[in-house]
């Protein structure tokens, strides 16, 4: 295939999860039913937690954030993997190809962030009782929100710009959407700043926000252990997978092994997040029984008041 630079190419071909006919239409059913219950999980949290005055907390605060986060990481992800599973021919724009890498980094990184927040939110409810509601007020968690969303359109903006100056030997990416080591593998200029500057970022942002502030006594971690642990076992996989993919040299895997780590990050933790979060907790399903109860008595009295 002729060499063609970024400025000739006009679109990319993406390789998908499988070449195989056969399977790409258990595989769209599969995706789309995770995307249908990561669209209706996150959406249905948001709105709880809006609806619900008892959940007007600094838990629930940033765990609405996080699920805005998943909502929109899955849908700049997922629609398009979708449409490939039944098109014949899997293209997608330059111009999307880089939009969809931005939106992907600031939504990878901001989950990054967000679970950490969320992480030193719980530590100061253990830890501190009687000062959390100092050390946690209005103020503080939405500097924290709004920190967690600089940092990733700052990084975001910094690492797309330096794919944006790479050019491509061929058009064909072996992955099912675009990222940043496949997109480096296939291009034919010097990836060495781009690997350097996406190594530091991936590690600032993976290995830093893992550190999270240590429970020193035995009651305090069997308390975070008991209140904490599915949470703890749905951020051990997104980082164990993001690190996989992003805290090695690009030559290290195979892409095969890329699009199983990639899904885990992408679509799995989505969906896992709201479950964790609502069939975990006493006081989502709490909230979630009162306000269905209150919006089935106000049905009743207009249809009641209309008759």
Known sequence: MATENHSTVTEFILGGL???????????????????????????????????????????????????VDLCYSSAITPKMLVNFVSEKNTISYAGCMFQLYLFIVFVIAECYMLTVMAYDRYVAICRPLFYNTIMSHQVCSLLVVTVYAIALIDST???????????????????FCDIVPLMKFSCSNTYDVEMTTFFLAGLNIIHPVQHPRICTLEGRSKAFNTCGFHLAATGLFYGSATFMYLKPSTASSLAQENVASVFYTTMIPMLNPLIYSLRNKEVKAAMHKTLRRKLIGYKYHYSFSG
């Not at 258990?26 to 219950?37: E, M, N, T």
């Not at 937690?49 to 907390?57: M, P």
């Not at 910094?158 to 992955?175: A, G």
């Open 18 to 68: 499988t070449s195989r006919p056969e399977l790409q239409l258990p595989l769209f059913l599969l995706f789309l039913g995770i995307y249908s219950i990561t669209m209706l999980g996150n959406l249905g949290m948001v709105t709880l937690i809006w609806l619900s005055a008892q959940l007007h907390t600094p838990m629930y605060y940033f765990l609405s954030n996080l699920s805005l």
């Open 158 to 176: 910094v690492e797309t710009d330096l794919i944006l100056k790479l050019s491509y030997c061929e058009r064909f990416i072996s992955h099912y």
